[in-house]
């Protein structure tokens, strides 16, 4: 659980690398989720607010690697599968948890 007004930010790095002929060209991966508890605001169905993301590890553009992130979400949510086209590479949504 959390206290009102603090986040929680848990995040991982990955290089992913791709073969052109002869070169070798590897961009760093930032991915991971922000989780905020409502405090007063919570309720039985929204304890906290969250973001999934994907993105450079200093907010670089992406784009040349990344063409699409798919985050797919538990079944109880509507539209469990989210694929998002464009920076930013995140998901925001309301729910009773957070993420370890």
């Known amino acids: 659980g959390g206290r009102g007004g ?16 002869d070169a070798l060209i590897s961009c760093p991966i930032s ?9 007063k ?8 607010k969250w973001t999934l993301f994907v993105r450079g590890p200093n907010n670089e553009d992406i784009t040349y690697f990344v ?3 798919v985050f797919t979400l538990h079944p109880s949510f509507a539209q469990p599968v989210r694929e998002i086209l464009q ?3 995140e998901v925001t949504e309301f729910g009773w948890g957070e993420f370890e």
């Open 6 to 21: 603090r986040a929680r930010h848990s995040s991982r790095h990955q290089v992913v690398m791709a073969s052109m002929e």
């Open 31 to 39: 991915f991971g989720t922000i989780a905020m508890f409502l405090g």
């Open 41 to 48: 605001k919570a309720d039985d169905q929204a304890t906290h």
């Open 67 to 69: 063409a699409k992130v």
């Open 87 to 89: 920076p930013p590479f």
